[in-house]
């Protein structure tokens, strides 16, 4: 069993940064994958950013790209979400999940994570 906790959630004003957390327990953290989703009120999950267990490789969702960055310390079992030049339309609450898969299926959605965090809520105020 995986159980995954999220930090670093808040409040920022606008074009400021956050880091987030994913902390993972078990011992076969290198081999999971990691993603990010996001859900605003009264909308869908959607996918932020994934990291491959294979390769590092990551995925971003085009809203993202250049402003996100997602990376992976397995020493310290923890993902992370450095997110800069917030917008108000990031605010959300934020879940990383996981899962044993690897490649482009990250990106596919949801139904890819076995794993889920509780979440941390992102303000961005404008």
């Known amino acids: 069993q995986v159980q995954l906790v999220e930090s670093g959630g808040g409040l920022v004003q606008a074009g400021g940064s956050l880091r987030l957390s994913c902390a993972a327990s078990g011992r076969t953290f290198s081999t999971l994958s990691v993603g990010w989703f996001r859900q605003a009120p009264g909308k869908e999950r959607e996918f932020v950013a994934a990291i491959s267990w294979v390769g590092a490789n990551t995925y971003y969702a085009d809203s993202v790209k250049g402003l996100f960055t997602i990376s992976r310390d397995n020493a310290k079992i923890t993902v992370f979400l450095q997110m800069n030049t917030l917008k108000p339309e990031d605010t959300a609450v934020y879940y990383c999940?996981?899962?044993?898969?690897?490649?482009?299926?990250?990106?596919?959605?949801?139904?890819?994570?076995?794993?889920w965090g509780q979440g941390t809520q992102v303000t961005v105020s404008s």
């Open positions: 999940a996981a899962t044993r898969s690897a490649g482009t299926v990250l990106a596919g959605g949801s139904k890819q994570y076995n794993y």
